[in-house]
C-alpha cells in the first residue's frame, strides 16, 4: 500500500518536472494532466473516493480544455530552458524544504492515523458519530458539506459563480477589441 | 471544424445520454454514496462538452443554449440561498437542515436527509451552467474568427 502510495508520488513529481521542464506547450499540458490523473488515483487509494470523483472529473474538463485552446499552439515552444540562475533558486528552495521536513515529518502522524484523533474534543469524532442521526445522510462527506459546513459550501458557489461572470465579462470585451467588427466600432467612436 | 470523423461523431452520439445520466444519478445519490452536486454537475456539463467537441458549437448551443444556461446557474445559486433563508426561518439560523427535522426520513433512503438533496439538486444545476458556459465562451473564442457572430447565431436558436 505505502510501497504502491511512493510510487505514484514518484510518478506524478517526474511528470509536474516534465510539466515544467519541456519546451512543447502540448507536451506540458499533458503532463500536467498525468499528475492530476495521479493524484485522483492517490485519493482512491487513500480511501476518498468523493474527492477521486471530483478530482478526475474537473481533471478531465481542465485537461479538454488546456489541449483544446493549446491545440492549434502546438509546435510553437515556450521560451527556452531554465537559466542557471532559477535552477540555483529551486535547489535552494529544495534544500530549504528538506531541513524543514527533517524536522516536521517525524511529528506527523502515522499513514491512516487521523491527527484529528489525538484531540478529544475534535469535530471530526463529532461527526462521525452524531452525524448520520443529525442529517440523515449516509454519505459522512456530503452530511459535513451540506449540513455542517454548509456556509463553505455557499461560499464555493458564491466563488464559481464569481469567477464564471468575471471570465464572461472579461471574454465579451476581449472579443470586442480582438474581432474585426469590434475594432470598426473602436474606430468608429473614435 | 468541417472534416469530423464520422467514427467520432456516431460514438459521441451513443455517449452523451449515458453520461448524462451518470451525472444525475451522482447528483440525486449525493448523500447516500460517493459524489454530490459538484461532481455530478461537471458531469452533466461533460456530456454537453462531449457534443461541443465532436460536433460543433453550433449543434451544443442548440441542445443548451446559452441564455438556458445562464438560468440554470442563476436558478442554481438562487435555490441554494432559499433553502439557506427557508432555515432562517423555518429552524432559527441560516442554511439550518430544517426538513431533517420536521420529516426525519429513514436513513439510507433516496428520500432522507432533509435539505441536503435539494441542495445537491441546486449545486449540480449551478455548476453545470456555469462549467458549460466557461467552456462554451472559451470556445468561441478564436484566434482571428469572429466571436460575436458565433455567439448571436446560438442565441437566436
Known amino acids: 500500500m505505502e510501497a504502491l502510495l511512493t510510487s505514484l508520488l514518484v510518478f506524478m513529481i517526474i511528470a509536474a518536472v516534465v510539466a515544467l521542464a519541456t519546451r512543447e506547450l502540448l507536451s506540458a499540458v499533458i503532463a500536467l494532466g498525468a499528475v492530476g490523473f495521479g493524484s485522483s488515483a492517490v485519493f482512491l487509494l487513500l480511501r476518498a473516493p468523493d474527492l477521486a470523483i471530483t478530482q478526475i472529473v474537473v481533471e478531465v474538463i481542465a485537461l479538454v480544455l488546456l489541449i483544446r485552446t493549446t491545440l492549434h499552439l502546438s509546435g510553437r515552444g515556450i521560451g527556452e530552458g531554465p537559466s542557471g540562475r532559477r535552477v540555483r533558486a529551486a535547489g535552494l528552495f529544495c534544500l530549504a524544504f528538506l531541513v524543514s521536513a527533517l524536522f516536521a515529518l517525524p511529528r506527523l502522524p502515522r499513514l491512516g492515523e487521523p491527527v484529528m484523533e489525538r484531540i478529544a474534543s475534535a469535530p471530526s469524532s463529532f461527526y462521525l458519530e452524531r452525524g448520520l442521526e443529525l442529517t440523515g445522510s449516509a454519505n459522512l462527506v456530503t452530511a459535513i458539506l451540506l449540513d455542517f459546513r454548509a456556509y463553505d459550501t455557499l461560499g464555493e458557489a458564491t466563488i464559481i459563480f464569481t469567477a464564471v461572470l468575471g471570465a464572461l465579462t472579461l471574454l465579451r470585451k476581449k472579443c470586442l477589441t480582438s474581432c474585426p467588427a469590434g475594432r470598426e466600432l473602436e474606430e468608429g467612436e473614435r | ?157
Open chain 2, 1 to 157: 471544424m468541417k472534416n469530423r470523423s464520422l467514427i467520432v461523431q456516431r460514438v459521441s452520439r451513443w455517449l452523451a445520454p449515458f453520461i448524462f445520466i451518470y451525472g444525475l444519478q451522482v447528483i440525486l445519490y449525493g448523500h447516500l454514496s460517493p459524489g454530490g452536486g459538484f461532481p455530478g454537475g461537471v458531469i452533466l456539463a461533460s456530456a454537453f462538452i462531449l457534443i461541443l467537441l465532436s460536433r460543433g458549437k453550433e449543434e451544443a448551443g442548440r441542445r443548451l443554449p446559452l441564455s438556458r444556461a445562464g438560468r440554470f446557474d442563476n436558478t442554481g445559486a438562487l435555490v441554494f440561498l432559499a433553502v439557506g433563508l427557508l432555515g432562517l426561518v423555518l429552524g432559527g439560523s441560516f442554511l439550518v437542515n430544517f426538513l431533517q427535522r420536521l420529516f426525519p426520513g429513514r436513513p439510507f433512503s433516496l428520500l432522507s436527509s432533509g435539505t441536503i438533496p435539494i441542495n445537491n439538486l441546486a449545486i449540480g444545476l449551478k455548476i453545470w451552467g456555469g462549467i458549460f458556459l466557461a467552456v462554451l465562451f472559451l470556445s468561441v473564442l478564436r484566434v482571428g474568427g469572429d466571436p460575436d457572430r458565433g455567439l448571436k447565431t446560438m442565441e437566436e436558436e
